[in-house]
């Protein structure tokens, strides 16, 4: 007669289960793979209000107000401060919520900016991008490896952050995370990446957080 399997082996077991489970593709149940229009994606993310196809100012005296304050804050900081006054909007080709939207748990949720990316062709979700406050790194990270794994390739690189309206810069420790396993989409079979990015950017933004980590969920093509 064969012995029961002992608590060594068991625990083998389990262990063997939890390194091979599956690594998804998504972000609050959306994910990279998945077929949605962006009234879906919206209504996903529990935003009611957003304008659709907004196009940034035309006329004379906006564009030169824009000019003027691109020169002071940078180009990048100028869309996205008529941006974050445009609030959420979507695009034929993305989803854009740079506020609304949270992750963890009351009474201390973490706010976050979602932007989705579709191909307009196939209404398929390429890329989810996810920014949040880079002083909460360590908070997020728990909260991504409870849902992808701990099972990050690390590195460590030496960057400078530097504010464009008075030029003063300050160096800093940019970590680097790439998931080691490709997320499997369950219902499409289609795979992703998946990294994590302590600082996005050189210049400090205009529109809060000022400095952001971001999270990348993007589609493994098979178009090649």
Same mark, same amino acid.
């Given at each position: 007669?064969?012995?029961?399997?002992?608590?060594?082996?068991?625990?083998?077991?389990?262990?063997?289960?939890?390194?091979?489970?599956?690594?998804?593709?998504?972000?609050?149940?959306?994910?990279?793979?998945?077929?949605?229009?962006?009234?879906?994606?919206?209504?996903?993310?529990?935003?009611?209000?957003?304008?659709?196809?907004?196009?940034?100012?035309?006329?004379? +005296? %906006?564009?030169? +107000?824009?000019?003027?304050?691109?020169?002071?804050?940078?180009?990048?900081?100028?869309?996205?401060?008529?941006?974050?006054? +445009?609030?959420?909007?979507?695009?034929?080709?993305?989803?854009?919520?740079?506020?609304?939207?949270?992750?963890?748990?009351?009474?201390?949720?973490?706010?976050?900016?979602? %932007?989705?990316?579709?191909?307009?062709?196939?209404?398929?979700?390429?890329?989810?991008?996810?920014?949040?406050?880079?002083?909460?790194?360590?908070?997020?990270?728990?909260?991504?490896?409870?849902?992808?794994?701990?099972?990050?390739?690390?590195?460590?690189?030496?960057?400078?952050?530097?504010?464009?309206?008075?030029?003063?810069?300050?160096?800093?420790?940019?970590?680097?995370?790439?998931?080691?396993? %490709?997320?499997?989409?369950?219902?499409?079979?289609?795979?992703?990446?998946?990294?994590?990015?302590?600082?996005?950017?050189?210049?400090?933004?205009?529109?809060?957080?000022?400095?952001? %980590?971001?999270?990348?969920?993007?589609?493994?093509?098979?178009?090649?």
């Amino acid at each position: 007669m064969h012995k029961p399997y002992g608590p060594v082996i068991l625990c083998f077991i389990a262990a063997s289960v939890a390194t091979h489970a599956v690594t998804p593709c998504d972000f609050k149940g959306l994910s990279v793979g998945d077929k949605a229009t962006p009234q879906q994606i919206m209504s996903h993310f529990g935003i009611a209000k957003y304008s659709v196809d907004a196009d940034r100012p035309t006329n004379s +005296a %906006a564009e030169e +107000a824009q000019l003027r304050r691109a020169e002071k804050v940078g180009s990048m900081n100028a869309v996205e401060e008529e941006e974050w006054k +445009a609030g959420p909007a979507c695009r034929e080709e993305y989803c854009r919520i740079p506020y609304g939207v949270s992750v963890g748990e009351e009474p201390l949720p973490i706010p976050v900016g979602v %932007a989705v990316f579709i191909n307009p062709s196939t209404h398929q979700v390429t890329a989810i991008d996810v920014t949040y406050d880079t002083v909460q790194w360590d908070e997020v990270l728990e909260l991504l490896n409870t849902k992808y794994g701990d099972n990050w390739r690390e590195e460590d690189k030496q960057g400078v952050v530097m504010n464009y309206e008075d030029k003063k810069s300050f160096p800093i420790v940019v970590k680097v995370l790439t998931h080691r396993s %490709a997320g499997i989409n369950p219902t499409t079979r289609t795979t992703c990446s998946i990294a994590a990015t302590s600082s996005d950017l050189v210049f400090m933004h205009t529109t809060p957080p000022v400095i952001r %980590a971001v999270l990348e969920i993007k589609l493994i093509s098979r178009n090649f």
